[in-house]
């Protein structure tokens, strides 16, 4: 009875090759993510903050808040934010819509008290 044995130099062939195909296969989705372009980060628009006391000396509290806030996100690589002043200076436009004028994903937005020393932040 004759046996059939491959030499090794075949089976080192087809032990390669096999190896190959597996190493492509599970890295060609690597590669591939590699080159595509980073998902966009989501625009966080920050709207100055209304001023419900109506006191006028205060008005400059709303930009502050907004200010402070964004000043906490990190910078640009997961988040990008804006502070929407200039937008913010229609009373007739509500916030949502300047997010969306803006580009943004998120809208931030809030109004703030003055009781005699203490200010409510809502």
């Known amino acids: 009875m004759d046996l059939n044995v491959p030499k090794a130099g075949s089976f080192v062939r087809a032990l390669s090759l096999a190896l190959l195909a597996a190493v492509g296969s599970t890295a060609s989705p690597l590669f591939a993510w590699q080159g595509q372009a980073p998902a966009e980060a989501p625009l966080i628009v920050i709207v100055p903050f209304a001023n419900i006391t ?24 997961s988040v990008l934010v804006s502070v929407a002043t200039s937008e913010a200076a229609d009373p007739n436009v509500v916030a949502l819509e300047i997010g969306r004028r803006l580009g943004g994903r998120f809208v931030v937005a809030g109004a703030y008290q003055r009781v005699g020393n203490t200010l409510r932040i809502t």
């Open 54 to 77: 109506g006191d006028w000396a205060d008005d400059w509290i709303g930009s502050g808040i907004a200010e402070s806030l964004a000043s906490g996100f990190p910078d640009g690589r």
